[in-house]
């Protein structure tokens, strides 16, 4: 890899640090290309992204970012797993790490907080986002609904009285 390609490398995975809301380094000791590509796809599904960079590169990367302790980290084959979502990183990198033995969480960092490999496997077992707004909406709509089922059944049960006091009556006439 020529210094222009290094350069270009480094300032894209800059760049998508900066955005991301959680880092998560991983060291993988043996996987095949099969295997990185299931975790690269999985991690893409996910909302999340893997980079498999040398570690020289990837601290360059880091500096300027909240993340740049994490440079620490980067040793033997890592790799770094990030997302914007909080959670979909480390949820896929532990589900991952758990499928295949030769995957294993060495740390993280969330925005600027600084994880260990358990406080990474606590974190991948939290809802994402979008399931606590959907939770919370459940719970919003929920009252609405019961209130609607409220003021709905004494209409009902005074119109099934008047039928029954029609039907009543036209079985008297006949």
């Known amino acids: 890899m020529d210094r222009g390609a290094k350069e270009a490398l480094v300032t894209a995975l800059n760049r998508s640090l900066v955005e991301a809301g959680l880092v998560v380094v991983t060291r993988q000791r043996g996987m095949t290309v099969a295997e990185t590509t299931r975790l690269r796809r999985q991690m893409r599904d996910g909302g999340a992204s893997f980079k498999v960079a040398k570690n020289r590169l990837a601290r360059l990367a880091l ?9 620490e980290q980067l040793t033997g084959p ?65 009252p609405a609904a019961k209130l609607a089922a409220v003021l709905q059944a004494p209409a009902g049960q005074l119109a099934r009285v008047l039928k029954a006091y029609a039907e009543k009556g036209q079985s008297q006439a006949a």
């Open 63 to 71: 500096k300027g970012t909240r993340y740049e302790a994490l440079g």
């Open 78 to 142: 890592t790799g770094l797993a990030f997302s914007s979502d909080p959670v979909a990183a480390a949820r896929v990198a532990v589900k991952f790490s758990k499928e295949n033995d030769k995957l294993s969480i060495v740390a993280g960092a969330m925005a600027g907080q600084m994880l260990d490999a358990a406080g990474v496997k606590a974190l991948a077992e939290l809802p994402s986002l979008d399931q606590l707004r959907g939770k919370i909406a459940g719970v919003l709509q929920a």
